[in-house]
């Protein structure tokens, strides 16, 4: 069974940053891409940003130029660096992969198939 364990969240003010990681147990992270999601109160679970197998990254228009992703197979971790944090990026984060072998991320919620519980990120302002 597949286990994802997010970390690294918390209370930061705006225009600081935070890195989150992104733990895999239960099988390999190489060979498949990991997603990162967000959800606020009252909100739809949206993408945020991710990375493919071959470590190509796409992310949302929101995030684009602030927040970046990396992979580091041999630790089977994925992480999220998030920069020139704003008072709307406050959400609870996910991570999440797919069973497609080489596969391209999942860029909706129905797309993956293992989800971690995620971890709160509260950027005041």
């Known amino acids: 069974q597949v286990q994802l364990v997010e970390s690294g969240g918390g209370l930061v003010q705006a225009g600081g940053s935070l890195r989150l990681s992104c733990t895999a147990s239960g099988r390999s992270f190489s060979s498949y891409a990991v997603a990162w999601f967000r959800q606020s109160p009252g909100k739809e679970r949206e993408f945020v940003i991710g990375?493919?197998?071959?470590?190509?990254?796409q992310s949302s228009d929101s995030v684009k130029g602030r927040f970046t992703t990396s992979r580091d197979d041999a630790r089977n971790t994925v992480y999220l660096q998030m920069n020139s944090l704003k008072p709307e990026d406050t959400a609870v984060y996910y991570c999440?992969?797919?069973?497609?072998?080489?596969?391209?991320?999942?860029?909706?919620?129905?797309?993956?198939?293992?989800w971690g519980r995620g971890t709160q990120v509260t950027v005041s302002s």
């Open positions: 999440a992969t797919t069973n497609a072998r080489a596969g391209w991320v999942g860029r909706h919620r129905d797309d993956n198939n293992y």
């Open positions: 990375i493919a197998w071959d470590s190509i990254t």
